[in-house]
């Protein structure tokens, strides 16, 4: 009877363990494709649009019908009235702040992306971004 005690004990852990093992794999799998709202890196990228629109975050589900991305941003480039001034004026903005006050998330139909670039720590619009966050925390 002792023995099939221990033995029952030994399959219990072996299927325990094997449960463990079996949700890390799984969890590893759903950070890699980003299936998980924190997933992906910390890398901005610069996401070009059919549209002619430039949009910087985060994206994510990259190979899904519609990647996410989050942490918006883009520019905003007013040009001056007077001909004495013929250099436009650009200007980095974050998304919500509109009238009709848009969520810091954008689905975007991946046959409307033209490219993506992965940004530079160190380029004008990480920069950018890195000042307004310091500017502005959450």
Do not use: C
Request: hydrophobic share 40%; charged share 20%; net charge neutral.
């Amino acid at each position: 009877m002792k023995f099939m005690e221990e033995t029952k004990n030994n399959s219990n852990k072996k299927l325990a363990a094997g449960g463990v093992v079996a949700a890390l794999v799984l969890a590893g799998l759903a950070w890699g494709v980003g299936w998980l709202p924190w997933s992906g890196t910390d890398t901005y990228q610069a996401v070009f649009l059919a549209n002619n629109q430039v949009y910087f975050g985060k994206l994510s589900n990259q190979d899904s019908k519609y990647p996410v991305l989050t942490d918006i941003y883009y520019l905003r480039v007013t040009q001056s009235l007077q001909p004495s001034q013929p250099n436009p004026n650009i200007s980095l903005i974050k998304l919500g702040d509109e009238l009709h006050g848009p969520a810091d998330r954008m689905e975007i139909n991946r046959d409307q992306i033209l490219f993506v670039e992965d940004l530079k720590p160190d380029s004008q619009v990480v920069r950018a971004i890195k000042d307004y966050r310091a500017a502005n925390p959450k």
